[in-house]
């Protein structure tokens, strides 16, 4: 029997995204985070530059390990706004570990409950939009657009993409392997209700032996200033089999974890978890 009975209370599904990194100005990307956190070293951009991700998400078979019937299965769109090689400021509850996190500005989701249930339980400042997906019979090319819940309105920010290869394993492909590094960092995220003034983390684990991505070219299109720093523009991006900051599209099983103290995450540089029960 686990010594932990909530260890295996877990929010798992299937995720399908596109994946956009772009390189933003420090100073810029440090007003996307709270009083707690700062930016920590990396070497993916250049020094003066510091990566954001976003992530154009679909979220498929969303529900709780235990109870397995609460909340009903959900299928969702899930934009996402991410920080990675985030470190705290301050000791954390429970451990030494201070990073390197993923701490997330906004999330975007079409999903109320997901989106209630993301502030309440976990502390992610989601909001609910609506979004629109169109691709071809042939799904080699697309786009994504993030729109306001009510009226017309122009797009918040979007994504026109075109695969460039075919799907393969994700550990098979070299470039990906940063990306890799940077979708296991623990999220952190401020409590309670995504306002603070305390920090906890999760991990956002995908079963990365059943994972596959395929290369895209992307023009990302940011409307509004939505978060402190990211400023309105457009970025075009080359395929992850370019560059190790290129864009793709994976498509994985995840699991999320409760809540815990970040002090007691996994130290840098820890092979992730793979997922218990399904």
Known sequence: MSLNPYQGMKLVGQWSVYGVTIALPREDVRWMLPDGLELGDQ?????????????FGHVRDAHMTFPRFFPPEMTYFEQVVGVPYVYAK????????????????????????????????WGFPKKLVRVVEGTNPARTDGSYAVCPLYGGGDEILGLQWGATGAFEPATAVPSFQRQLEIMTQPLVSQQPLSV??????SDFDKLWREAEIRPLRTKTNIQEAFVPGLAPGRYSSEGIDQ??????????????????????????????NVPSIW
């Open 43 to 55: 070497d993916l951009t250049h020094r003066d530059t510091h990566p954001v991700s976003l992530y």
């Open 90 to 121: 301050r000791p954390l509850c429970g451990g030494r570990v201070r990073g390197p996190f993923f701490y997330m500005p906004r999330l975007f989701l079409t999903n109320l409950l997901a989106t209630l249930g993301g502030i309440l339980f």
């Open 243 to 272: 560059s190790p900051t290129g864009a793709f599209q994976l498509r994985a099983p995840w699991e999320l974890s409760l809540p815990y103290c970040c002090g007691r995450g996994r130290a840098p540089g820890a092979a992730p």
């Open 196 to 201: 603070g003034p305390l920090l906890s983390c």
